[in-house]
């Protein structure tokens, strides 16, 4: 390189030297300290480490001008205060073990980053200690220790975060936002320490408060999470508890039909520590796929205990993110785990279900047709007039219209709830005489989806149960049967095919027809044979015998699509249950067919020993169960 062009670089190039130890510190702190709530996170851990039982942050301006966490933990002498606020100063990584981490911080980095970028005091007072001792850290710069007073614990003030480092502060988001990340991390530690209170203010209010669950009767766990996630969430969660080769996962798992629009209520926890990871989403989703559509997400919080040599926390600064060292076995244990309670689960549907079909029911008033018109007066009524619920006349009228046919006991010549029988795969039988007697209602009644009363709009069955009514979506439900069935016959023998007596030519467009044929060893299968029949065609010989009567053409063209959104590196084998989902909507009882009352029964009974009949294969629920109290209450009867 010539003088010349040496000339033209920066003056710093070539030239290697030691940066500053306040720059340092800066570095560090943009690596711990992203925004307010990361060091939000930090101290709150330590308050943790520390064994406090109250925790209480407040912060002004989203964490800008204020961030003070006040615990009643072990605290700090002179000695140890003076120590804490420099870098890599740490109480909890004893013989410097990398390996065996037992705490959430170990780091040494959180107060003096924080202190870097900020105007940091920290106030302590050891147990028994006679006094309590300050230290203040303005930009880096340590004062000396000072008296101070404080009662018990500690209390940590940091003012003008990102001062020293005003570019920071440009990157910041508004105080609202700020504020509500800082919400979210005290959620995921408050979930993660029942014993623990918390509570996070903005200075003027209080916007999250968790008080002591240790001690509250039943599961304090849950306890906690109904508290932070919600009333329903408790109600619609199942119980988690696996073990595995020394790691042991616990935690609740809200039902299919309780899911949501996006991943934000999904909480994962290692060793007692808040985490964000791919593999383990995934393996959320794997556990989840065949019972949510592709756009519904579970709500759940998982807290898998591992030995600590199992896993690596040391992976990212913030310590969001871990390593272990058999991520398959981890990834088998959440999905296995979760699969197992979703199974034992049966035909249970979210009471958010019945919830929002109350909420839907809005009070009319002069129902026409309606035999009291007459005036009435007293709760729930009207001025004069009787008040009903919108469409609940229509049910009543439809069940019980005195010129309804009275269904014919018995199923069709060779046929049981809208599908052929073929051996075992036939619906139960349920023949009966020509009218149910007192006895014999009252015996269907006590199963948990009731006796069938009736069918609305050929479409919805309604039973009744001891305690209230039932309503079933009668397609989503057999939907849901037949997928399960063909489920249990591909892991035992295979699908079972029946030849067709004029085999179906499927006209497709030429890329479809391509990808089908290609697939048509796998297809076979799953009970479906099919052969290409030209450029842009394929014919069908055989199709699965447990979907009877079902219209070809609609079944070839859907799966087309469904191949085409399929991973080309997949086999059919491996997205089974978008497969196996799509004929078995195809095979199922459709929307527009009457049954009889014994096609009814069977559907409901069936579905009663049938594992997550409580929602279609795409997640949306197959009945609503309303109480009887909860009808009451729409009536004004309670």
């Not at 420099?86 to 040494?108: Q, W």
């Not at 924080?114 to 200690?129: E, M, N, P, Y």
């Not at 997928?483 to 067709?500: D, F, N, P, S, W």
Request: aromatic share 4%; charged share 25%; glycine share 10%.
């Amino acid at each position: 390189m010539s003088n010349a062009d040496r000339s033209s670089l920066p003056t710093s190039a070539g030239i290697i030297r030691l940066l500053s130890e306040r720059t340092i510190n800066r570095i560090a702190a943009g690596e711990v300290v992203e925004r307010p709530a990361s060091a939000v996170k930090e101290l709150v851990e330590n308050a943790i480490d520390a064994g406090a039982t109250q925790i209480d942050v407040v912060m002004r301006e989203g964490g800008r001008s204020l961030i003070q966490v006040k615990d009643d933990g072990c605290g700090m002498g002179p000695d140890e205060l003076s120590l804490a606020v420099e870098r890599h100063a740490t109480s909890k990584l004893r013989d410097e073990d990398l390996v065996n981490i037992g705490s959430l911080g170990f780091r040494g980095e959180a107060l003096a980053s924080i202190g870097a970028v900020s105007h940091l005091t920290v106030t302590s007072r050891a147990d028994g200690a006679p006094e309590a001792w300050m230290v203040a850290v303005d930009a880096g710069t340590k004062s000396e220790i000072m008296p101070a007073a404080l009662s018990a614990g500690t209390v940590i003030e940091v003012r003008d975060l990102f001062f020293a480092t005003p570019a920071r502060l440009k990157f910041l988001k508004t105080n609202r936002t700020e504020y509500g990340q800082a919400s979210d991390v005290m959620k995921r530690l408050a979930m993660a320490h029942p014993e623990v209170a918390f509570t996070l203010s903005d200075g003027d209010r209080t916007t999250f408060r968790a008080p002591h669950a240790a001690n509250l009767v039943g599961n304090a766990r849950l306890e906690r999470l109904g508290s932070i996630l919600g009333k329903e969430f408790r109600e619609n969660a199942l119980e988690i508890d696996a073990e595995r080769e020394g790691m042991h996962l616990t935690g609740f798992a809200g039902l299919p039909t309780y899911s949501r629009g996006n991943a934000m209520q999904q909480y994962l926890f290692v060793n007692g520590r808040p985490v964000k990871d791919r593999m383990l989403n995934g393996a959320v989703r794997g556990a989840y796929q065949d019972y949510l559509a592709r756009d519904r997400h579970p709500s759940l919080a998982l807290f898998l205990d591992v030995p600590a040599s199992f896993v690596d926390v040391n992976v990212h600064p913030a310590k969001t993110e871990v390593r272990f060292k058999d991520a398959g076995m981890v990834r088998g244990l959440i999905v296995s785990s979760l699969r197992h309670a979703l199974a034992a689960a049966g035909h249970r549907a979210s009471t958010t279900v019945a919830d929002a079909a109350l909420g839907a029911m809005r009070p009319r008033t002069g129902t026409p047709g309606m035999p009291w018109s007459g005036s009435s007066s007293g709760p729930g009524y009207g001025e004069g007039r009787p008040t009903l619920p919108q469409g609940f006349a229509d049910v009543v009228n439809q069940i019980y219209a005195p010129d309804q046919p009275r269904p014919q006991a018995g199923f069709g010549e060779g046929e049981q709830m809208g599908f052929e029988t073929h051996g075992d795969m036939a619906a139960p039988s349920a023949r009966a005489p020509e009218a149910y007697g007192t006895e014999t209602e009252q015996v269907l009644s006590s199963y948990p989806l009731g006796s069938a009363r009736g069918q609305v709009h050929a479409t919805y069955i309604v039973s009744q149960t001891t305690d209230g009514l039932v309503i079933v979506d009668q397609h989503a439900a057999h939907e849901r049967l037949v997928y399960e069935r063909m489920k249990k016959q591909i892991a035992a023998t295979g699908v079972a095919r029946q030849a067709l007596l004029l085999p179906e030519v499927v006209e497709l467009e030429e890329a479809p027809a391509a990808r089908l044929t290609a697939r048509a060893e796998e297809l076979a299968a799953l009970g479906l044979i099919v052969e290409p029949f030209g450029e842009g065609a394929v014919m069908v010989r055989e199709v699965p015998a447990m979907l009877g009567k079902l219209d070809v053409k609609g079944l070839v063209r859907d799966l087309a699509d469904e191949i085409t959104e399929l991973d080309e590196a997949l086999s059919l084998k491996e997205k089974l249950e978008d497969v196996c989902g799509t004929m078995a909507c195809h095979g199922s009882v459709r929307a527009g067919r009457r049954l009889t009352v014994e096609e009814m029964n069977a559907l409901l009974r069936e579905m009663e020993e049938t594992p997550h009949s409580g929602q279609c294969n795409h997640g949306r629920p197959t009945y609503v169960e309303l109480k009887l109290a909860d009808i009451e209450k729409l009536f004004g009867r309670r």
